[in-house]
């Protein structure tokens, strides 16, 4: 989400060291890792029976690729199949059973009239031969990858017990061109990297977007006129405001779990310090108050509490402390460098950019069974801006490759990776959205 401190020198510079060559265009995902313990599903591709046009978007494809992304499940190629059932009483449960499947998903896509496609889908438990699911859908030809993800998010949850997050959004920052000519782009796409969506463009760096609760505004640092700003987004119309331009640094804007404050780092006194601005009455709270650099805040689920990034101690770690302001307590011990703090919607895992040398990795501390235990949830050598999936069952990072910016989205026990990357261009900068609520 926001950029770790090793990078405060390039942000008061006004630099940015990227490189790119393309036009923008959607995120392209390659899977790099796997799960041998995934849950195997086959999911049976949906034909079109209606009498009108068929519509382009594979409901089918889609929520096989969301399972399959997601670490948990081992989806049987749709290429092959001897039996296509498309209804709960059409399955031959022997089938597959010898092919080792644990759960089947079947259904049909029918005219929904007005321009718009019916689905039906059913998930049955193999073993069992028991219905699990069930549902008819109608969406228009626009919407049916949105449908699709809701149908794998239903999935998800049904079998795992966990809210899927597939019907999410993430927010990234392009980079095209060099040197002085170099354009960026705040952009928007589905979990998946598909529907690119142009929130702001800019010639000057553009950093740390943060999702508002709703998931209806951006807030995000612009350097436009040279110096560091904050605006607040609507995506829906474009409409902006300047939150913060004060002197100095203006940065790593964090909206609180009940979108009504916004943390910030502001060096307005001199020193990068944390604050928390009410949005309504635009008051300000001063957190912080030492001579150490202190940013990257990052809110507790409850909003209690602020961790932030500090060096206070002699070198970047994790600290929290009261968000009404009060005494700051150190979180991370394991290390000589955490930066770039995201909590778990649970709270109980906290995700940084850990360092050691030259390299930085993200790491994640798990405190739900007592002492903490840390886990490497990437092999690069500069990866950082980790940030949640709203079910807290993936993250999502940036990564330097040669002298390209790629991200990863990770399951949270580090066994499947996937990489997202613009064809030819560069992307940074991460941000995972909050839960969707149906249209």
């Not at 979108?259 to 949005?279: C, F, H, K, Q």
């Not at 940013?295 to 206070?312: C, H, K, L, Q, V």
């Amino acid at each position: 989400m926001n950029r770790p401190l090793y990078w405060l020198t390039a942000l008061l510079a006004l630099l940015l060291p990227w490189v790119a060559h393309a036009q923008q265009r959607g995120l392209e995902i390659d899977i790099v890792g796997g799960n041998a313990a995934a849950l195997p599903i086959v999911i049976v591709p949906m034909p079109y029976q209606g009498s009108g046009a068929a519509p382009e978007t594979d409901v089918a494809a889609v929520v096989r690729a969301d399972l399959e992304r997601s670490g948990q499940f081992r989806a049987l190629p749709a290429a092959g199949l001897a039996e296509r059932p498309t209804r709960g009483e059409e399955i031959n449960y022997a089938t597959w059973r010898a092919l080792n499947q644990d759960y089947i998903v079947v259904g049909r896509v029918l005219d929904g009239g007005e321009g718009a496609y019916r689905v039906e889908y059913e998930l049955f438990d193999v073993a069992k031969q028991q219905r699990l699911l069930g549902f008819a859908l109608t969406a228009r030809a626009s919407a049916l990858r949105d449908l699709a993800h809701q149908i794998s998010d239903a999935i998800y949850e049904k079998i795992t017990g966990v809210r899927g997050a597939f019907f999410t959004r993430i927010a990234y920052v392009t980079a095209v061109g060099t040197g002085r000519a170099t354009r960026y782009a705040l952009m928007v796409a589905d979990s998946d990297g598909y529907n690119p969506q142009t929130v702001v463009r800019s010639s000057e760096p553009l950093l740390s977007p943060a999702w508002s609760p709703d998931g209806r505004r951006l807030a995000y640092v612009s350097f436009e006129g040279g110096n560091s700003s904050i605006y607040l987004q609507e995506i829906a119309t474009g409409k902006r405001e300047l939150i913060a331009r004060f002197r100095g640094i203006n940065g790593a804007p964090a909206f609180s779990p009940d979108g009504r404050r916004l943390a910030l780092t502001l060096s307005r006194s001199g020193n990068p310090e944390i604050y928390v601005m009410d949005l309504g009455s635009r008051a300000l709270t001063q957190i912080t108050n030492h001579f150490a650099i202190d940013t990257e805040p990052t809110w507790s689920a409850d909003g209690s509490t602020i961790y932030f990034t500090s060096d206070r101690g002699g070198r970047p770690q994790i600290y929290k402390a009261p968000a009404s302001g009060g005494a700051a307590t150190r979180v991370t011990f394991q290390g000589s460098y955490n930066a770039s703090a995201d909590l778990s919607p649970d709270g109980r895992k906290l995700a940084v950019a850990q360092g050691a040398g030259n390299t930085y990795r993200i790491a994640v501390m798990d405190s739900s069974l007592g002492s903490p235990r840390w886990d490497t949830l990437s092999p690069g050598s500069l990866d950082e801006s980790p940030s949640f999936a709203p079910n807290g069952m993936m993250l999502l990072y940036a990564a330097r490759e040669g002298r390209r910016g790629v991200l990863y989205a990770v399951s949270a026990d580090g066994r499947v990776r996937q990489r997202l990357v613009l064809a030819e261009g560069d992307v940074r900068e991460p941000a995972w959205g909050p839960f969707r609520q149906p249209r």
